[in-house]
């Protein structure tokens, strides 16, 4: 795994923090699979506090599919928690005008990852069953809820583009280039996690998705339009520690 690179740092759209990172990830083989939603259906799922942030009027709803390494900085991968498949649903919001990543779910395959992000990063994780498999240049992913009979995605994925770096002001650049996590504890405090990598290498993806019902346990499903798909093969990504931030 590759260490971050922090030197090119004029796509974001604010600085590095000047405190050090912690963590360093790679995430890799990854679907962005969005769907346009209205903003209504999303508002008591967030909170409050939250300003759901759109594009062109409309909110945006992610499921996302990938494979991930992870390790502490400076110290060997743990070997039951550095090397898993995750999957994440997700929409996008402000607060205070910055924008960032709610999560509604991830699942993930490690028990250890799930257990230490609950604990560490207040971030909703769950267990799920995952089996993920490269048959020529398509990724065959399975994931299925732990306990839960509508959290399931299966399908497969590929690239069919070339590499492009989305323009600044495409709906893709919104959809991916965000540099910052928003999460809240159970006692109701919010946090803010910050997270560098270079801009996303992106290609047009096509997807056979047989079952998703990942927006089930939200009481919500996927519009009738086709999703908007991407595809990365990797990218590596280093993370700070969460941040506890004011709302007023």
């Known amino acids: 795994m590759r260490s971050p690179d922090l030197t090119a740092i004029d796509h974001r759209p604010w600085p590095v923090p000047s405190t050090a990172w912690t963590w360093q990830q790679e995430w890799y083989d990854l679907l962005f699979a969005h769907w346009p939603i209205e903003v209504s259906e999303l508002r008591a799922l967030v909170p409050p506090e939250l300003e759901i942030d759109t594009h062109s009027g409309a909110a945006w709803i992610g499921v996302v599919p990938f494979r991930m390494r992870i390790k502490r900085r400076g110290m060997p991968g743990v070997p039951t928690a550095s090397h898993f498949a995750e999957l994440n649903v997700r929409t996008y919001v402000k ?20 257990w230490g992000a609950k604990r560490f990063f207040h971030l909703p994780y769950y267990h799920a069953a995952m ?75 096509e997807a056979e998705i047989r079952e998703n019902t990942m927006l089930a346990p939200l009481g919500l499903a996927t519009s009738d339009a086709d999703p908007v798909l991407h595809f990365a093969k990797s990218i590596d990504v280093a993370l700070w520690p969460l941040q506890k931030v004011t709302v007023l």
């Open 131 to 205: 089996q993920t498999k490269q048959q020529g240049d398509w990724i065959d992913y399975v994931s299925t809820r732990r306990g839960v009979a509508d959290a399931r995605f299966a399908g497969r994925y590929r690239p069919i583009g070339p590499v492009a770096f989305a323009m600044k002001s495409s709906l893709e650049h919104w959809l991916t280039e965000r540099y910052c996590l928003f999460a809240r504890s159970k006692r109701g405090a919010y946090w803010c996690g910050e997270i560098h990598h270079s801009p996303w290498p992106l290609q047009r993806a």
């Open 95 to 114: 607060l205070d005008g910055k924008p960032g990543v709610w999560f509604f779910s991830l699942d993930a395959e490690s028990r250890l990852a799930v």
